[in-house]
Protein backbone atom coordinates (compact mmCIF):
# COMPACT_ATOMS: atom_id res chain seq x y z
CA UNK A 1 0.00 0.00 0.00
CA UNK A 2 1.44 3.04 -1.05
CA UNK A 3 0.59 6.05 1.60
CA UNK A 4 0.48 9.78 0.37
CA UNK A 5 0.59 11.97 3.60
CA UNK A 6 -0.82 15.63 2.90
CA UNK A 7 1.07 18.38 5.18
CA UNK A 8 -2.40 18.50 7.62
CA UNK A 9 -1.71 15.09 8.67
CA UNK A 10 2.07 15.94 9.22
CA UNK A 11 1.58 18.27 11.19
CA UNK A 12 -1.20 16.82 13.61
CA UNK A 13 0.49 15.05 15.67
CA UNK A 14 1.97 18.55 16.70
CA UNK A 15 -1.40 20.20 17.32
CA UNK A 16 -3.40 21.15 20.79
CA UNK A 17 -4.26 17.48 21.49
CA UNK A 18 -6.97 18.53 24.15
CA UNK A 19 -9.86 18.41 21.25
CA UNK A 20 -10.44 14.15 20.91
CA UNK A 21 -10.84 14.55 17.42
CA UNK A 22 -7.48 15.95 16.82
CA UNK A 23 -6.06 13.30 19.68
CA UNK A 24 -7.36 10.17 17.60
CA UNK A 25 -6.10 11.53 13.96
CA UNK A 26 -2.68 12.60 15.61
CA UNK A 27 -2.61 8.46 16.66
CA UNK A 28 -3.82 7.23 13.62
CA UNK A 29 -1.01 9.84 11.58
CA UNK A 30 1.09 8.07 14.10
CA UNK A 31 0.11 4.62 13.79
CA UNK A 32 0.07 5.34 9.64
CA UNK A 33 3.95 6.57 10.17
CA UNK A 34 5.15 3.74 11.84
CA UNK A 35 3.76 1.16 10.05
CA UNK A 36 5.28 2.92 7.20
CA UNK A 37 8.67 2.90 8.97
CA UNK A 38 8.01 -1.12 9.43
CA UNK A 39 7.64 -1.70 6.21
CA UNK A 40 4.53 -2.51 5.72
CA UNK A 41 3.11 0.45 3.76
CA UNK A 42 4.99 2.61 1.80
CA UNK A 43 5.01 6.81 2.39
CA UNK A 44 5.15 8.15 -1.01
CA UNK A 45 5.37 12.37 -1.10
CA UNK A 46 6.82 15.12 -3.32
CA UNK A 47 8.41 18.23 -3.37
CA UNK A 48 5.07 19.95 -2.68
CA UNK A 49 5.40 18.73 0.97
CA UNK A 50 8.61 20.21 1.79
CA UNK A 51 7.80 23.95 -0.10
CA UNK A 52 4.62 23.65 2.16
CA UNK A 53 6.10 22.77 5.24
CA UNK A 54 9.08 25.27 4.90
CA UNK A 55 5.84 27.92 4.91
CA UNK A 56 5.24 26.84 8.68
CA UNK A 57 6.10 29.90 10.89
CA UNK A 58 6.71 28.07 13.86
CA UNK A 59 10.44 27.29 13.37
CA UNK A 60 10.53 24.05 16.13
CA UNK A 61 6.51 22.69 14.33
CA UNK A 62 8.94 23.29 11.14
CA UNK A 63 12.23 21.32 12.00
CA UNK A 64 9.88 18.86 13.27
CA UNK A 65 7.70 17.84 10.63
CA UNK A 66 10.84 18.14 8.05
CA UNK A 67 12.73 15.47 10.35
CA UNK A 68 8.96 13.66 9.51
CA UNK A 69 9.72 13.78 5.92
CA UNK A 70 13.30 12.32 6.06
CA UNK A 71 11.50 8.91 6.88
CA UNK A 72 9.63 9.08 3.31
CA UNK A 73 9.83 6.01 0.64
CA UNK A 74 9.69 7.49 -2.26
CA UNK A 75 9.09 11.13 -3.94
CA UNK A 76 7.31 11.52 -6.75
CA UNK A 77 9.14 14.02 -9.29
CA UNK A 78 6.66 17.40 -10.33
CA UNK A 79 6.49 16.85 -14.13
CA UNK A 80 5.08 18.78 -16.79
CA UNK A 81 1.95 16.44 -16.77
CA UNK A 82 1.55 16.44 -12.67
CA UNK A 83 1.66 20.42 -13.05
CA UNK A 84 -1.14 20.02 -15.93
CA UNK A 85 -3.05 18.25 -13.14
CA UNK A 86 -2.49 20.49 -10.65
CA UNK A 87 -4.19 23.16 -12.96
CA UNK A 88 -7.21 21.10 -13.85
CA UNK A 89 -7.80 20.12 -9.63
CA UNK A 90 -7.68 23.36 -9.35
CA UNK A 91 -9.95 24.67 -12.14
CA UNK A 92 -12.45 21.66 -10.24
CA UNK A 93 -12.33 23.83 -6.97
CA UNK A 94 -9.20 22.45 -4.84
CA UNK A 95 -7.15 25.17 -3.72
CA UNK A 96 -3.60 25.05 -5.17
CA UNK A 97 -1.16 23.46 -2.56
CA UNK A 98 -4.33 20.55 -2.49
CA UNK A 99 -4.28 20.48 -6.15
CA UNK A 100 -0.35 19.71 -6.13
CA UNK A 101 -0.79 17.07 -3.29
CA UNK A 102 -3.50 15.01 -5.28
CA UNK A 103 -1.97 15.32 -8.50
CA UNK A 104 1.66 14.34 -6.70
CA UNK A 105 -0.43 11.59 -5.41
CA UNK A 106 -2.22 10.12 -7.99
CA UNK A 107 1.08 9.78 -9.67
CA UNK A 108 2.12 7.00 -7.43
CA UNK A 109 -0.03 6.24 -4.62
CA UNK A 110 -2.79 4.43 -3.88
CA UNK A 111 -4.30 6.80 -1.04
CA UNK A 112 -3.87 10.12 -0.07
CA UNK A 113 -4.90 10.56 3.56
CA UNK A 114 -5.63 14.74 4.73
CA UNK A 115 -7.30 15.55 7.98
CA UNK A 116 -8.53 19.15 5.83
CA UNK A 117 -12.24 18.67 5.91
CA UNK A 118 -12.77 21.45 2.97
CA UNK A 119 -10.20 19.36 0.62
CA UNK A 120 -12.11 15.87 1.70
CA UNK A 121 -15.34 17.48 0.68
CA UNK A 122 -14.47 18.91 -2.51
CA UNK A 123 -12.88 15.27 -2.81
CA UNK A 124 -16.17 13.80 -2.10
CA UNK A 125 -18.00 16.15 -4.42
CA UNK A 126 -15.05 15.45 -7.25
CA UNK A 127 -13.98 11.78 -6.83
CA UNK A 128 -15.22 9.99 -9.84
CA UNK A 129 -12.54 12.78 -11.06
CA UNK A 130 -10.19 11.86 -8.88
CA UNK A 131 -7.73 8.81 -9.56
CA UNK A 132 -6.50 8.31 -5.91
CA UNK A 133 -8.48 7.49 -2.86
CA UNK A 134 -9.15 10.42 -1.10
CA UNK A 135 -9.44 9.48 2.85
CA UNK A 136 -8.94 11.03 6.18
CA UNK A 137 -6.75 8.81 8.31
CA UNK A 138 -8.55 7.99 11.20
CA UNK A 139 -11.71 6.84 9.04
CA UNK A 140 -9.13 5.19 6.75
CA UNK A 141 -7.39 3.54 9.45
CA UNK A 142 -10.10 2.17 11.38
CA UNK A 143 -11.67 0.12 7.59
CA UNK A 144 -8.15 -1.27 8.07
CA UNK A 145 -8.29 -2.64 11.65
Sequence with gaps: MKIYLDVCCLNRPFDDQSHERI????????LVIKRMQTGDWQWI???????????????ARRQAVLALVQLVDQEIAV?????????ELTVMGFKSFDAAHLA???AGADVFLTTDDRLLRVAARQAGKLEVQTANPLAWLQERL
Design 104 to 106: CAE
Design 79 to 87: TPAINKRTR
Design 45 to 59: SSPVVTAEIRRTPDE
Design 23 to 30: RLEAEAVT
